[in-house]
């Protein structure tokens, strides 16, 4: 087993994110950093398993017209930050960014801080993640995103909070919808995102926001951006690919999409539903399809870290995996399908072992959400949720082939 005081080092990416903004075009461009939690990175198929069921719960809530006060669990274990400022004189709380969920909050690590723009509403608000949550109460105030100031957002100030250790709350920018039900006792209201409001100010001309990962081997590396409005072109090659957000539900509440997968050109899920997740750290695909991709790989379940584990033999013949998107072919390499294998130790594993990043999300296709894109597959691609338009973006990068895994 990892020792956590051997992930101390790992925590300083999070005094990274407070890099310079750059302003392009009517649209800003703001650094974030990737973020792993010292006592939360073992078994991360785990903690993404549970996102997904509060993932399905939460929209199948919604689809009845129920009030449902849980949302998206957040992946505590893996995570990537933006500074934000809130207040004038600003205070900088580094935030999650995650588009599995709405509501932006501060108050977890680095407490809130009332000013002259602080303004205190009638409303509690409330939310539960599975591996944690917050309450408190509902405020309006200014929030600065670099050189853009929304001067009256709505944001949640904890005054209990847990699960969450080394970041001050979350950064929401899914769909709106998904505030619904967090506020008492305005239940039925939801909360204008930062991105809806920046729109309604007239500070960036759609409702938008490009992301840029990269995949690293460090432990401290500022290796992300954040774009509201518009897209960053350096950080992309070709031409972005974008597709219509999926109709079928519970996929449809969230940035959902349509996709096929294949392993070395044999199909292992055929196109189907599911979404595309900030906040989930691994990929996860439905039952029936990671049963055949097991099988193809001839990779075993670990289980001290909770991921799949080939050996190197297994490495040196594992095959493309290919993602179907809008008739376009995105593929993962073998490299990109696996664990940086110089942070093996973080998550618990050998050094003699290679550990895939795919893992079973718990259900059978067919559901209607029957994967999860997360982290370690958009960190080699760069990616739009352009809610003006209700689609999605994708493009591959410099970083789409690379073997730095």
């Known amino acids: 087993m990892f020792s956590a005081k051997s992930l101390v080092a790992l925590l300083t990416l999070a005094l990274s994110v407070a890099a310079t903004p750059v302003a392009r075009d009517g649209h800003i ?3 974030f950093a990737k973020h792993v939690n010292a006592t939360g990175t073992a078994h991360l198929l785990e903690r993404d398993q549970a996102r997904a069921k509060i993932i399905k719960e939460r929209a199948q809530a919604l689809a009845a017209g129920k009030e449902a006060r849980s949302l998206a669990v957040t992946n505590e274990a893996v995570s990537y930050i933006a500074a934000v400022g809130v207040g004038s004189p600003a205070t900088t709380y580094n935030l999650i960014i995650d588009t599995g969920s709405s509501n932006t909050w501060v108050g977890a690590d ?3 801080k009332t000013t002259s723009t602080s303004t205190k509403t009638s409303n509690s608000v409330s939310v539960s993640y599975g591996s ?3 309450s408190g109460t509902e405020y309006t105030d200014e929030v600065t995103l670099g050189s853009l100031v ?5 944001i949640g100030v904890a005054s209990k909070s847990s699960g969450f250790s080394g970041v001050d709350g979350i950064l929401g920018i899914g769909p709106d919808i998904l505030t619904q039900g967090t506020l008492s006792p305005a239940t039925s209201q939801t909360i204008p995102t930062v991105t809806d ?3 309604t100010l007239g500070l960036i001309s759609t409702t938008s926001i490009g992301i840029s990962f990269e995949p690293t081997t460090s432990e401290e590396v500022t290796n992300g951006e954040l774009t509201f409005g518009g897209v960053d072109s350096s950080k992309y090659t ?5 597709v219509s957000l999926t109709s079928t539900s519970p996929a449809s509440y969230y940035w959902g999409i349509d996709q096929s997968i294949s392993y070395n050109s044999a199909t292992i899920l055929s196109s189907t539903a599911g979404i595309v997740d900030t906040g989930t750290t691994l990929i996860l695909i439905a039952t029936d399809a990671y049963n055949k ?3 193809a790989t001839g990779a075993k379940l670990d289980s001290t870290t909770g991921l799949l584990r080939i050996t190197t033999t297994q490495y040196a013949a594992l095959k493309n995996l290919d993602f ?3 008739g376009v072919t995105y593929t993962l390499t073998p490299n990109a399908q696996i664990w940086p294998r110089s942070l093996n130790s973080y998550i618990g594993g050998s050094s003699s072992y290679v550990y895939l990043v795919v893992g079973d999300l718990g259900s059978d296709s067919g559901e209607g959400l029957d994967f999860i894109d997360g982290q370690t597959f958009l960190e080699r691609f760069y990616s739009v949720f352009d809610t003006t338009n209700q689609r999605f973006g994708i493009a591959t990068t410099s970083f789409t082939t690379a073997t730095t895994n």
Not at 238 to 242: A, E, K, L, R, T
């Open 29 to 31: 461009s703001l650094s």
């Open 110 to 112: 680095t407490k809130y």
């Open 132 to 134: 944690g949550s917050f």
């Open 150 to 154: 929304i001067p009256s957002q709505s």
């Open 197 to 199: 409001n920046l729109k």
């Open 238 to 242: 070709g031409s972005i690919n974008y």
């Open 293 to 295: 991709y097991v099988s």
């Open 324 to 326: 179907v998107i809008g």
